[in-house]
């Protein structure tokens, strides 16, 4: 599964931190709609002392749970983060001025998902482009919360305090290393797919009429 992401990551044009103990912090949105689950997954790899990969891998969600998308703070709607990279836009600092997350501290691109519904829209929001405190924290003070509800308005959320607990202290490491900056990267299966989904049809459309016809089998691989 990692080589499977230091691909998709690279195939972007994306950074790869390759440094001892340097994170890499890589969410991946599954390819999902519904709203209000912990279904997608924040990756934390990086390269011990040694050169080895370490990998974890832990339940989030990338997407606002439904209390914000009824009742958005932002009058054009609920920020949905958009996929990218979003090179040094983070740091360690206080989330809402309660407890140590990664905090937002360059801009991001969000859509906003203006129809007050329960329903996340990923196609047809509006793009936002700034400072509007799309963090990565937690959600409950204990164990494994079991719905996102409001405790995402935007931000990437972890579900299990424990896991939340570990990032922090793997991204304590790379401060000390490298100084209180972090690269977030998302990736969205669905435009994964896509874009697979588009290439495919474009190679088949550009091959020349011949005496037969062959008849391919592919399987999309998204992970």
Known sequence: MLAAIVR???????????????????????????????????????????????????????DPGTYWLKSPMHPQGTAILQQGQYRDAYQIGLHKGKYYALVQRKAVTVLRDYDRNAMLDFHNGKPDTGLFGINIHRASVNGTTKTVDNHSAGCQVLANINHFNLLMQLAEKHRQLYGNQFTYTLIDKRAVAREEK?????????????????????????R
């Not at 209000?36 to 390269?47: A, L, P, S, Y």
């Not at 290439?199 to 089998?217: E, P």
């Open 8 to 62: 998709a990551i690279r195939s972007r044009t994306y950074q790869v931190y390759t440094r001892p103990f340097e994170l890499n912090i890589i969410g991946i949105r599954a390819n999902s709609t519904t709203p209000n689950q912990f279904d997608d997954e924040i990756h934390v790899f990086f390269k011990n002392s040694v050169n080895q990969w370490i990998h974890y891998i832990f339940p989030a969600t990338t």
């Open 198 to 222: 588009k290439k495919i049809a474009l190679s088949l459309a550009g091959l020349g009429a011949g005496v037969g016809v062959a008849v391919i089998t592919y399987k999309l691989i998204t």
